[in-house]
């Protein structure tokens, strides 16, 4: 294994990547969270394989003394792949690789099979995906010692058909988790739960696999990864690597004459000025990246970039290209190659591309808008530097609260640590699908609570009342004739996605989410695919199928909804004062109600339009805080500003979050009322956006009075009069942002934080 390392040309590992590495070979899990390019693969590899190369070949293994060669770097063609020994019984050390997106996954395969070239069929990995062919699948499941999946095809395609994965199970050595902060929220709740059956139908065949995870840097990693294999695991936080210098610019677009919604001043969007600043660095042959969060954003950055580059010439409008997910897996690969190659010189991309791809040697990085944790930003600007040389990174604020904090407050960005990752294992609504498809794979036991935690007795008694798992003697059984694994929709999609179909010629463009659809997908809003512009003619919401159009309206769509709260359960309160701060369940009824047309390139709003689509209700965890009548008279907020004041605090209150916990503004929502009909007081909500709760309400309710001041401070500093995108207006506001009172808000937030302890 040494001498493979240094046939890469590395002569030594860095402090970091030795440390981890023996923790590992030490059978210690372990977590990497270092900076982006700081080698962790290798940190992982080294003792993977290693105890690959130990199983394959030791002393006591007849079946693979005399290895044969097999293509070690083809991927594909079992056709012409032999079996290593008589049969797969032979591996006697296997490891299992877990990453979030196929892309990923199909990169380490790349790597490993360059890494391990010397040592021959010793190491052979094996991408298990929804891609992979039949064929492929029996050879990986029988031969492959180092199966490269994702925890999708693990909960779906290995776990149910364990037995068949015996002789891989019973050898599994280690589990590698790359990209582990990805996990996060309720996506991370239910890979939790996916290791745990992991970890029981291993311990069935007699293996107890060591844990290594690869993140981005963040807070309490070690905490974070025993959360989410429940687990003891080391942490390794110390980077080691050598570093060029970065320089990293906080841009602010300036305010234009436009006027906005109820008058507030117009700022050039984020989107507008990125594409400015790609053009300009491509036109000097800067190789950028530029990181948006919506896959629209990308579409129209490209978009502005290529237009005004064609006026430049040289062909360089060609060199600018979108990337995000969403598109076909072909189309995906071929802008990949590209920007590998030179070939491209500008990208604009989702974080589709941010999870781990290899796009090493760009030379800058755009950030448009501020990607949500401050992880994220230093995982997106690690992209730029080319083998230690100087990069430039930028990032481009948004109209929005959050963003605007950030650039006038550069020490939250640069002087706090990242934050850490949230999710929560013992969410009732992840539990309770994953112990069916855990009684599916082997009957669940009274003593399966110590794995899957405090709920599980409550949760197992639940499910036998509701037939969903039958009792026999001391065991529970899944008798359905149903696969368990359907009830965990673990993407948290809401259900099967939307399919974009283009009328008249049938052709599929791609898929959004459910749970995105009525809000993206809606009657007459705008799809970009690829430069080009459609308009929606008809959300078929039975079908499931959006139908539409090639248009180019000099417009863009925003959603608009209408949600309300109910209050089932106070898990936890706090008095501030008079004021009362609580956590627990809440039924949220939302719907989509209209739209707003924009202008591309400027945002001004030129109409809004009625939609009539169905409402849909959620049971989640919510944060939320009542005032009195006697502080609303101490704050001076007399009822003509009461709903704008609470209304003003919600909206920036969400806007703020996402710099306390690993969410952003999407995954939340909040409500505000001046009498609620549970608490009889005026309260304001704020809520996870996913069934069962995500962690962040929760977050909220333990970080609250750093947070609340964090969103009065946001508030009181920005330069506007009334209320503007900065402070408190809201992109996805339901009521068109009225009404709003901006110092009202200061007032009641300064008063409720008066008594805060
Ligand atoms: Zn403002
Ligand atoms: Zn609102």
Same mark, same amino acid.
């Given at each position: 294994?040494?001498?493979?390392?240094?046939?890469?040309?590395?002569?030594?590992?860095?402090e970091?990547?030795a440390?981890?590495?023996?923790?590992?070979?030490? $059978?210690?899990?372990?977590?990497?969270?270092?900076?982006?390019?700081?080698?962790?693969?290798?940190?992982?590899? %080294?003792?993977?394989?290693?105890?690959?190369v130990?199983?394959?070949?030791?002393?006591?293994?007849? !079946?693979?003394?005399?290895?044969?060669?097999?293509?070690?770097?083809?991927?594909r063609?079992?056709?012409?792949?032999r079996?290593? $020994?008589?049969?797969?019984?032979?591996?006697?050390?296997?490891?299992?690789?877990?990453a =979030?997106?196929?892309?990923?996954?199909?990169?380490?395969?790349?790597?490993?099979?360059?890494?391990?070239a010397?040592?021959?069929?010793?190491?052979?990995?094996?991408v298990?995906?929804?891609?992979?062919?039949?064929?492929?699948?029996?050879?990986?499941?029988?031969?492959?010692?180092?199966?490269?999946?994702?925890?999708?095809?693990?909960?779906?395609?290995? *776990?149910?058909?364990?037995?068949?994965?015996?002789?891989?199970?019973? &050898?599994?050595?280690?589990?590698?988790?790359?990209?582990?902060?990805?996990?996060?929220?309720?996506?991370?709740?239910?890979?939790?739960?996916?290791?745990?059956r992991?970890?029981?139908?291993?311990?069935?065949?007699?293996?107890? =696999?060591?844990f290594?995870? +690869?993140? &981005?840097?963040?807070?309490?990693?070690?905490?974070?990864?025993?959360?989410?294999?429940?687990?003891?695991?080391t942490?390794?936080?110390?980077?080691?690597?050598?570093?060029?210098e970065?320089?990293? +610019?906080?841009?602010?677009?300036?305010?234009?004459?436009?006027?906005?919604?109820?008058?507030?001043?117009?700022?050039?969007?984020?989107?507008?000025? &990125?594409?400015?600043?790609?053009?300009?660095?491509?036109?000097?042959? %800067?190789?950028?990246?530029a990181?948006?969060?919506?896959?629209?954003?990308?579409?129209?950055?490209?978009?502005?970039?290529?237009?005004?580059?064609?006026?430049?010439?040289?062909?360089?409008?060609?060199?600018?290209?979108?990337?995000?997910?969403?598109?076909?897996?072909?189309?995906?690969?071929?802008?990949?190659?590209?920007?590998?190659?030179?070939?491209?010189? $500008?990208?604009?991309?989702?974080?589709a591309?941010?999870?781990?791809?290899?796009?090493?040697?760009?030379?800058? @990085?755009?950030?448009?808008?501020?990607?949500?944790t401050?992880?994220?930003?230093?995982?997106?600007?690690?992209?730029?530097?080319?083998?230690?040389q100087?990069?430039?990174?930028? *990032?481009?604020?948004?109209?929005?609260?959050?963003?605007?904090?950030?650039?006038?407050?550069?020490?939250?960005?640069?002087?706090?640590?990242?934050?850490?990752?949230? *999710?929560?294992?013992?969410?009732?609504?992840?539990?309770?699908?994953?112990?069916?498809?855990?009684?599916?794979?082997?009957?669940?036991?009274? $003593?399966?609570?110590?794995?899957?935690?405090?709920?599980?007795?409550?949760?197992?008694?639940?499910?036998?009342?509701?037939?969903?798992?039958?009792?026999?003697?001391?065991?529970?059984?899944?008798?359905?004739?149903?696969?368990a694994?359907?009830?965990?929709?673990?993407?948290?999609?809401?259900?099967?996605?939307?399919?974009?179909?283009?009328?008249?010629?049938?052709?599929?463009l791609?898929?959004?989410?459910?749970?995105?659809?009525?809000?993206?997908?809606?009657?007459?809003?705008?799809?970009?695919?690829?430069?080009?512009?459609?308009?929606?003619?008809?959300?078929?919401?039975?079908?499931?199928?959006?139908?539409?159009?090639?248009?180019?309206?000099?417009?863009?769509?925003?959603?608009?909804?209408? !949600?309300?709260?109910?209050?089932?359960? !106070?898990?936890?309160?706090?008095?501030?004062?008079?004021?009362?701060?609580?956590?627990?369940? @809440?039924?949220?009824?939302?719907?989509?109600?209209?739209?707003?047309?924009?202008?591309?390139?400027?945002?001004?709003?030129?109409?809004?339009?009625?939609?009539?689509?169905?409402?849909?209700?959620?049971?989640?965890?919510?944060?939320?805080?009542?005032?009195?009548?006697?502080?609303?008279?101490? +704050?001076?907020?007399?009822?003509?500003?009461?709903?704008?004041?609470?209304?003003?605090?919600?909206?920036?209150?969400?806007g703020?979050?996402?710099?306390?916990? !690993?969410?952003?503004?999407?995954?939340?929502?909040?409500?505000? @009322?001046?009498?609620?009909?549970?608490?009889?007081?005026?309260?304001?909500?704020v809520y996870?956006?996913?069934?069962?709760?995500?962690?962040?309400?929760?977050?909220?309710?333990?970080?609250?009075?750093?947070?609340?001041?964090?969103?009065?401070?946001?508030?009181?500093?920005?330069?506007?009069?009334?209320?503007?995108?900065?402070?408190?207006?809201?992109?996805?506001?339901?009521?068109?942002?009225?009404?709003?009172?901006?110092?009202?808000?200061v007032?009641?937030?300064?008063e409720?934080?008066?008594?805060?302890?």
């Amino acid at each position: 294994m040494i001498d493979a390392v240094r046939e890469m040309g590395i002569e030594r590992p860095w402090e970091h990547q030795a440390r981890a590495a023996a923790h590992a070979l030490n $059978g210690e899990s372990v977590i990497v969270s270092t900076g982006t390019a700081s080698g962790k693969s290798l940190a992982y590899l %080294v003792p993977t394989l290693s105890a690959l190369v130990e199983g394959a070949a030791g002393p006591t293994d007849e !079946t693979a003394t005399a290895p044969q060669r097999t293509d070690a770097t083809n991927g594909r063609g079992a056709a012409g792949r032999r079996a290593p $020994g008589r049969d797969g019984s032979a591996r006697r050390s296997t490891a299992l690789y877990l990453a =979030p997106t196929k892309a990923l996954a199909a990169d380490q395969r790349r790597a490993i099979a360059e890494l391990a070239a010397p040592l021959g069929d010793l190491v052979r990995p094996a991408v298990f995906d929804g891609d992979t062919p039949y064929e492929e699948r029996d050879w990986a499941r029988l031969f492959a010692n180092y199966v490269l999946t994702n925890p999708d095809m693990l909960h779906r395609g290995i *776990l149910p058909s364990h037995a068949r994965w015996s002789s891989f199970l019973r &050898a599994l050595r280690y589990v590698v988790i790359d990209e582990s902060h990805v996990y996060r929220g309720v996506f991370g709740s239910h890979v939790a739960q996916i290791l745990r059956r992991l970890r029981r139908v291993c311990a069935r065949y007699g293996s107890a =696999p060591v844990f290594l995870l +690869a993140s &981005a840097t963040a807070a309490e990693p070690g905490e974070t990864a025993t959360r989410l294999t429940g687990l003891p695991v080391t942490e390794i936080t110390e980077d080691c690597s050598p570093r060029g210098e970065l320089v990293f +610019a906080l841009w602010e677009p300036p305010l234009t004459e436009l006027e906005g919604e109820r008058g507030a001043p117009v700022r050039r969007t984020a989107t507008a000025e &990125a594409a400015d600043l790609l053009t300009d660095l491509a036109v000097q042959d %800067v190789r950028t990246v530029a990181f948006v969060r919506s896959r629209r954003g990308a579409e129209l950055i490209s978009l502005i970039a290529q237009d005004r580059l064609a006026s430049v010439g040289r062909g360089l409008s060609a060199r600018v290209a979108a990337y995000r997910g969403g598109y076909l897996p072909e189309e995906r690969r071929a802008l990949e190659r590209a920007l590998h190659t030179g070939e491209l010189l $500008g990208l604009s991309a989702t974080n589709a591309l941010e999870l781990g791809v290899d796009v090493s040697g760009l030379d800058a @990085v755009l950030i448009t808008g501020y990607p949500g944790t401050r992880a994220s930003v230093w995982q997106q600007a690690g992209r730029a530097g080319r083998a230690g040389q100087g990069a430039l990174a930028v *990032l481009v604020a948004r109209d929005d609260p959050l963003d605007t904090y950030l650039v006038h407050h550069p020490d939250s960005l640069f002087r706090t640590p990242v934050e850490s990752t949230v *999710l929560d294992p013992d969410n009732p609504y992840v539990l309770a699908p994953h112990l069916c498809a855990a009684a599916s794979e082997i009957p669940l036991a009274e $003593g399966d609570s110590e794995l899957f935690g405090p709920t599980y007795a409550g949760l197992v008694r639940q499910l036998t009342e509701r037939k969903l798992l039958r009792r026999r003697g001391s065991s529970w059984y899944w008798t359905s004739k149903e696969r368990a694994v359907d009830l965990a929709d673990i993407r948290g999609s809401g259900g099967r996605p939307v399919q974009i179909v283009e009328a008249g010629t049938g052709h599929l463009l791609g898929t959004v989410d459910a749970s995105a659809a009525h809000s993206t997908v809606h009657d007459g809003a705008v799809h970009l695919h690829q430069g080009r512009t459609y308009v929606v003619k008809h959300l078929d919401l039975d079908d499931s199928a959006a139908l539409v159009e090639e248009a180019n309206p000099p417009w863009t769509t925003m959603a608009r909804d209408t !949600t309300a709260v109910s209050i089932l359960e !106070t898990e936890a309160q706090v008095p501030w004062g008079e004021a009362r701060l609580c956590y627990g369940s @809440v039924e949220v009824t939302n719907q989509v109600v209209s739209y707003l047309r924009r202008r591309v390139i400027t945002g001004e709003v030129l109409g809004e339009t009625k939609l009539d689509l169905p409402p849909r209700t959620l049971r989640t965890r919510a944060v939320w805080w009542t005032v009195t009548e006697d502080q609303l008279d101490a +704050a001076r907020i007399n009822p003509d500003v009461l709903a704008g004041a609470l209304h003003a605090a919600e909206h920036a209150a969400i806007g703020l979050l996402p710099l306390f916990a !690993t969410c952003d503004r999407w995954d939340i929502g909040g409500v505000s @009322v001046p009498q609620h009909a549970d608490t009889l007081l005026p309260t304001v909500f704020v809520y996870d956006g996913q069934a069962g709760g995500a962690g962040f309400a929760e977050r909220a309710f333990h970080t609250a009075r750093a947070w609340l001041s964090a969103t009065r401070d946001a508030i009181a500093a920005c330069e506007c009069d009334a209320g503007c995108p900065s402070c408190i207006q809201s992109p996805k506001c339901g009521n068109g942002n009225d009404p709003l009172h901006k110092r009202g808000a200061v007032r009641l937030l300064t008063e409720l934080l008066s008594s805060a302890d």
